[in-house]
Nanobody, 125 residues
Framework: QLQLVESGGGLVPPGGSLTLSCAAS????????IGWFRQAPGKEREGVSC???????RYLDFAKGRFTISRDNAKNTVYLQMNSLKPEDTGIYYC???????????????????WGQGTQVTVSS
């Protein structure tokens, strides 16, 4: 069974940090591009950052300099370290996997195969 399980979300004050995890199972993780997306209330789901099998990455402009994506193939896990969080970063964060994709295509065009269930991130004082 193909599965992505996100964790690490929560409530954090502005300026704080969180690290999200995406644990994969049921497929050849090291052959897939993995991406993080988010969806704020009333808005469309958007790409945040994506990482290829060779660790090449893509960040959307709002994430550059604040967020860092990484993957650990031995643990079948992708991480998203988020620093200097802002209230506008609030939303549900999803991870996704794509076999035939690139970080650019996944993050911008949502070229992917399946999604996780998401984890809530709330940035508020």
């Amino acid at each position: 069974q193909l599965q992505l399980v996100e964790s690490g979300g929560g409530l954090v004050p502005p300026g704080g940090s969180l690290t999200l995890s995406c644990a994969a199972s049921g497929f050849a993780f090291d052959q897939y591009v993995i991406g993080w997306f988010r969806q704020a209330p009333g808005k469309e789901r958007e790409g945040v950052s994506c990482i290829e099998t060779n660790n090449r990455t893509r960040y959307l402009d709002f994430a550059k300099g604040r967020f860092t994506i990484s993957r650990d193939n031995a643990k079948n896990t992708v991480y998203l370290q988020m620093n200097s969080l802002k209230p506008e970063d609030t939303g549900i964060y999803y991870c996704a996997a794509g076999r035939i994709s690139t970080a650019q295509a996944m993050c911008i065009l949502k070229t992917l195969d399946f999604w996780g269930q998401g984890t809530q991130v709330t940035v508020s004082s």
